[in-house]
């Protein structure tokens, strides 16, 4: 595993144009469930009794049970080391971007300034019919469900299933897979389209590859250049450690 982490240390040194692609695994270790697996939050709550568009609209207060619990985790949560190296990563000027699917906000927090929020932000809220939007903390979330002044009911700024992906964001993203030249997959099953369709895109446009997840996924052995079996905490910082080594020698 050391010299295949030391290739892709050397490709991201020489690339123009790094773009990394989180999914919920980074989060992990920052004490935020994953959605899938046998430890995911979807093992408790049905995606679709719990996360779709037309569930909250038939039944908005069961569904901010889970938002609420959600939340409490979130708002407490810190970035990880996998975040922090992320960040250092943008810091050395060798990471252009980081296209997320999570709604945590823990790669601002842990300093990088080009995030795409794929499936929106868990930090902010918003009116399903004026469309007034607030920060989370703005918000007093004892009577639930939440409304606006107008009546509107007020749900998380996020993608519901039967949602779209805001268009600024898909645009964003779309476009950084079409031109990167290494795309850093960590911590996402690569099941959920879009996202799951933009290391295919990086793929065909002659980008390389690299996944780090725990476990296989669709792209292990068929997109993917290389697979790390690791959690992001754990290859990250030795990556970036290494890529920083051959910074300072060139």
Not at 79 to 84: F, K, S, V
Not at 125 to 130: E, G, K, S, V
Not at 148 to 176: S, T
Request: glycine share 8%; aromatic share 6%; hydrophobic share 45%.
């Amino acid at each position: 595993m050391k010299e295949r982490l030391a290739q892709v240390a050397r490709l991201i040194s020489q690339a123009d144009s790094t773009v990394a692609l989180t999914g919920a695994g980074i989060s992990i270790d920052s004490g935020i469930p994953a959605f899938r697996g046998s430890q995911g939050l979807w093992e408790r709550f049905d995606p679709m009794e719990y996360a779709s568009i037309e569930a909250f609209r038939r039944d908005p207060a069961k569904v901010w049970t889970m938002l609420k619990e959600l939340n409490a985790l979130v708002v407490g949560a810190q970035p990880n080391p996998a975040h922090q190296a992320l960040a250092r990563l943008e810091e050395l000027g060798r990471l252009s971007a980081v296209i997320t699917q999570n709604i945590d906000g823990l790669h601002q927090a842990a300093g990088n300034r080009t995030v795409i929020e794929f499936h929106g932000s868990g930090r902010h809220l918003c009116c399903l019919d004026c469309g007034r939007r607030w920060r989370r903390e703005e918000f007093s979330l004892e009577e639930i469900p939440p409304r606006c002044d107008c009546g509107g009911l007020i749900k998380p700024d996020v993608v519901f299933f039967g949602e779209p992906i805001p268009e600024r964001a898909l645009l964003a993203a779309f476009g950084l897979a079409g031109s990167c030249q290494v795309m850093l997959v960590v911590g996402t099953s690569a099941v959920v389209a879009p996202a799951s369709h933009l290391p295919v895109m990086a793929k065909r446009a002659g980008a390389v590859v690299v996944e780090i997840n725990p476990e296989p996924t669709p792209l292990s052995g068929e997109i993917a250049d290389y697979s790390f079996a690791s959690s992001g905490s754990e290859l990250l910082p030795a990556l970036v450690a290494e890529v920083e080594r051959l910074l300072e020698r060139a």
